[in-house]
Each structure stands twice: as structure tokens, then as C-alpha cells.
Nanobody, 121 residues
Framework: QVQLVESGGGLVQPGGSLRLSCVAS????????MGWYRQAPGKQRELVAA???????KYADSVKGRFTISRNNSKNTVYLQMNSLKPEDAAIYCC???????????????WGQGTQVTVSS
């Protein structure tokens, strides 16, 4: 059983930055495409960013140029660096593992429990 554990969420002012981390419970990340989803109250879940095992990335239009997804396979960790945060970025952020095509369709084989990001002054 694979567990994905997120951390790094919190309260930040508009324009600020946060870095989310997602650690897998065992050697797992190196063979899986990974993604970050978010869901705000009353809104549909949205794939924010995804990264393949080879390092190719994909971003939602709403975060391009502000968010960066990366991975460190030796640490079984995938990151989401979020800069220039806006109030509309506030949501629960979950990391997920699946094939890139599955992530692009909004699915995943494994999910983390999520971490709350609040953007407010």
C-alpha cells in the first residue's frame, strides 16, 4: 500500500509563496507520473500541475508562470512551488500518482490526504 503525505500548506498573504511537498511511503515516485490537484469549496477538482517520470511538466493555465512542479526521486518527494499567490488559489491541494494521461483526465491511482492553502490578507 502506497501512502502519499502532503505538507507545506498554510496561510499566506496575496503575492506570497508556499512550497508544498508530497512524500511517498516507499520507493515509488521514480516509476510514476505525479500530479497536484486542488479543490476549493463549491468548485470542481482541478489538476494544477503534473510531472512525468522523465521530468516533462504540464500546468493549468491559471497557474502558468507562477507555480513549478518538481520531483526528487532519491527523496521520494514531489514539490509544488507556488509564487505570486492569489486569493483564488486558496483550496485543498492533494498530490496524486497515475499515468500522465490519467492525470490529464482528472483521475489518479493514489491520492494524498491533502493540505490546506489559504490566501488572505
Amino acid at each position: 500500500q502506497v501512502q502519499l503525505v502532503e505538507s507545506g500548506g498554510g496561510l499566506v498573504q496575496p503575492g506570497g509563496s508556499l512550497r508544498l511537498s508530497c512524500v511517498a511511503s516507499r520507493t515509488f515516485l521514480s516509476s510514476n507520473d505525479m500530479g497536484w490537484y486542488r479543490q476549493a469549496p463549491g468548485k470542481q477538482r482541478e489538476l494544477v500541475a503534473a510531472i512525468t517520470t522523465g521530468g516533462s511538466t504540464k500546468y493549468a493555465d491559471s497557474v502558468k508562470g507562477r507555480f513549478t512542479i518538481s520531483r526528487n526521486n532519491s527523496k521520494n518527494t514531489v514539490y509544488l512551488q507556488m509564487n505570486s499567490l492569489k486569493p483564488e488559489d486558496a483550496a485543498i491541494y492533494c498530490c496524486a500518482a497515475a499515468t500522465f494521461s490519467t492525470l490529464a483526465l482528472g483521475g489518479a491511482d493514489y491520492w494524498g490526504q491533502g493540505t490546506q492553502v489559504t490566501v488572505s490578507s
